[in-house]
């Protein structure tokens, strides 16, 4: 079974930079099988997918976040990481990275436990 | 813009009951959902994939069903585990979560 593990600091001052580090063990990032996600929840907004990579480094992003986005991979230490740029109280979430496996539905079968971030000086 | 209603937002039962929840597309996006299980603190868990696959681990008395825009997850005899929140998801250029549907003991 894979595991996901989010770190990374709980609290970033606003206009910073977020950033966070999903560790994977039982499996391998460089898997073509899947594509690798952050999603993050808010009471507000609910659920929202952040971006994902595959390992060759194609990356995708939420249109709304794509400006300030950036997901890498690291192969070598079998993580994928998130940074998010001019942060605002309004990315105040639990952080969250999963797997996506890209079948009929691209689902989410794997998930870490999550991270609170919080934006405030 | 693609938009995933879920119907009831609150849904209030007791254990033993059937439960109905609804998950509803703002236009067809694709004939497959899948649908999460989350408790609090704890990160949402795959219940379904392709509108009726139970994941592995998720009991049988989880079942889907539904096609085109509207899409339904049944628990034909809650057990009190059960209380939760429950969403679907799809992808629709990106993926997509509904707001929820919080499934709570009455």
Request: proline share 6%.
């Amino acid at each position: 079974q894979v595991h996901l593990q989010e770190s990374g600091p709980g609290l970033v001052k606003p206009s910073g930079t977020l950033s966070l580090t999903c560790s994977v063990s039982g499996g391998s990032v460089t898997s073509g099988t899947y594509h690798w996600s952050w999603i993050r929840q808010t009471p507000g907004k609910g659920l929202e997918w952040i971006g994902q990579i595959v390992y060759r480094g194609s990356t995708s992003y939420n249109p709304s976040l794509k400006s300030r986005v950036t997901i890498s991979i690291d192969t070598s230490k079998n993580q994928f990481s998130l940074k998010l740029t001019s942060l605002t109280a309004a990315d105040t979430a639990v952080y969250y990275c999963a797997r996506e496996v890209p079948a009929a539905t691209y689902f989410f079968d794997n998930w870490g436990q999550g991270t609170l971030v919080t934006v405030s000086s | 813009e693609v938009v995933l209603t879920q119907s009831p937002a609150t849904l209030s039962l007791s254990p033993g009951e059937r439960a109905t929840l609804s998950c509803r597309a703002s236009q067809t996006i694709s004939s497959y959902l899948a649908w999460y299980q989350q408790k609090p603190g704890q990160a949402p868990r795959l219940l379904i994939s392709d509108t009726s696959n139970r994941a592995t681990g998720t009991p049988a008395r989880f079942s889907g069903s539904g096609s085109g825009t509207d899409f339904t997850l049944t628990i034909s005899s809650l057990q009190p585990e059960d209380f939760a929140v429950y969403y679907c998801q799809q992808r629709a250029g990106w993926p997509l979560f509904g707001p929820g549907t919080k499934l709570e003991i009455k």
